[in-house]
């Protein structure tokens, strides 16, 4: 946890230095203003437009057919008290879903991204999983290319409600049910909570590198104690608590953001060699795509202050639901994850149902996209009784390591 914390620290006080506020956020109003101006004379040269079509240049790397398609979720059921459907104008909301083919009578594997993240951050992934699931993917309300309500969330309960029962209205207008749910970091959270409201949807939870189950009650390090007093810890937290994210600053520089993103995501990619990595073409279209749905109307972002207290500490921890868990489980860490293994470790104790935690070499918190080969092999072990139930005591493959 305190790599990711310095990571994070780092970045807020470099983005503090290049700019002294960020741009006034986009309104609906403001956004169909700016829609009239080409992109290149804008100061955040970017729109839902181009989020959808920098998806479709990034996804044409994937050799496996897909539809995309922008799922209607309504403006909330009748009666319902979460802040996110009670809109003035009742607008409906839309969740971008990418699905693709597969062999007909194949599970169901649902695919959710992290925080600061969009379904396309799996694009290495699709192709090599769609030759066992029908997998699909979806960008959570208010990231990417869904809706981006105005997100007026005051709790941490208001906050979790408005993720679980977007993607609930989500899977109830797919018609699913028997799935298998993927979550990546936040996702992860997400992913876990929505099984723990909804476990009669679920066949089989994988959790890769998940937020939120530790709290700083119990797990804040020393150094971390002592990183707060000092006047760098006590500037951060104040923009922590200001909910002062990292898109604002790509907002703020404007059509230099860009060129902040590209060189980002060159140096995040790529800190795992292991012969995996990015091509040229796949850097600079998953260089543009990101952009896009960083620099767009801000909205899910905003959830950070609501469920983490600085240092990414979950306010209402997943350890302390593990005795109420009913789905099977697998963990998947990369094996320099700042996500620490040993809060699942300590989860599992409590859990009455199977659970399995599964690390991964040469690879980090992104171990999808650093070491696809490994993760796609940790996958398809933890859904072994899904894909081939006469083999369900096969061996993990090498490199991978059960703890």
């Known amino acids: 946890m305190s790599i990711g914390l310095r990571r994070l620290s780092n970045s807020l006080v470099k983005m503090a230095e290049q700019i002294n506020s960020s741009a006034a956020d986009n309104t609906a109003a403001g956004a169909k203003w700016w829609s009239f101006w080409p992109s290149s004379l804008r100061w955040i040269p970017t729109s839902t437009d181009h989020i959808i079509a920098a998806e479709k240049r990034l996804l044409s790397l994937v050799r496996t057919p897909y539809t995309q398609e922008q799922v209607n979720i309504g403006s909330g059921p009748p009666g319902s008290k979460v802040r996110w459907f009670r809109s003035?104008?009742?607008?409906?909301?839309?969740?971008?879903?990418?699905?693709?083919?597969?062999?007909?009578?194949?599970?169901?594997?649902?695919?959710?991204?992290?925080?600061?993240?969009?379904?396309?951050?799996?694009?290495?992934n699709f192709a090599a999983l769609a030759k066992y699931f029908k997998v699909i993917a979806i960008d959570q309300l208010g990231w990417g290319g869904s809706s981006r309500p105005d997100f007026t969330c005051k709790s941490t309960e208001e906050t979790e409600n408005w993720f679980i029962d977007s993607f609930e209205e989500w899977r109830k207008a797919k018609n699913l049910s028997n799935f298998i749910l993927l979550g990546h970091s936040f996702g992860g959270y997400v992913a876990a909570k929505y099984a723990l409201k909804h476990p009669e949807h679920v066949q089989q939870l994988i959790l890769v590198g998940p937020a939120g189950f530790t709290s700083q009650t119990e797990h804040m390090s020393e150094r971390m104690t002592q990183f707060r007093a000092t006047w760098k810890g006590a500037v951060l937290n104040h923009l922590w608590e200001s909910n002062f994210t990292p898109m604002k600053v790509i907002r703020g520089l404007g059509p230099w953001g860009p060129d902040l993103v590209r060189k980002y995501t060159n140096a995040r990619f790529t800190a795992y060699s292991n012969g995996d990595d990015l091509t040229e073409e796949s850097s600079r279209l998953l260089s543009d795509y990101v952009y896009h749905t960083l620099a767009a109307k801000p909205s899910g972002e905003l959830c950070l202050k609501y469920i983490?207290?600085?240092?990414?500490?979950?306010?209402?921890?997943?350890?302390?639901?593990?005795?109420?868990?009913?789905?099977?489980?697998?963990?998947?860490?990369?094996?320099?994850?700042?996500?620490?293994?040993?809060?699942?470790?300590?989860?599992?104790?409590?859990?009455?149902?199977?659970?399995?935690?599964?690390?991964?070499?040469?690879?980090?918190?992104?171990?999808?996209?650093?070491?696809?080969?490994?993760?796609?092999?940790?996958?398809?072990?933890?859904?072994?009784?899904?894909?081939?139930?006469?083999?369900?005591?096969?061996?993990?493959?090498?490199?991978?390591?059960?703890?």
């Open 88 to 124: 003035v104008s009742n607008e409906l909301r839309f969740i971008n879903t990418v699905t693709f083919d597969s062999k007909e009578g194949s599970p169901t594997l649902v695919m959710v991204h992290g925080y600061g993240a969009s379904q396309g951050f799996f694009f290495r």
């Open 308 to 403: 983490f207290s600085f240092g990414a500490f979950a306010k209402s921890p997943l350890l302390y639901r593990a005795s109420d868990w009913k789905v099977p489980t697998a963990f998947i860490y990369g094996h320099e994850d700042w996500m620490n293994y040993q809060g699942a470790q300590q989860a599992r104790k409590n859990m009455k149902v199977p659970c399995e935690i599964i690390r991964v070499p040469q690879a980090g918190h992104f171990v999808f996209m650093e070491n696809t080969s490994a993760f796609h092999s940790a996958v398809l072990y933890a859904c072994r009784r899904f894909i081939s139930p006469e083999n369900t005591n096969e061996s993990l493959s090498e490199g991978l390591v059960s703890v």
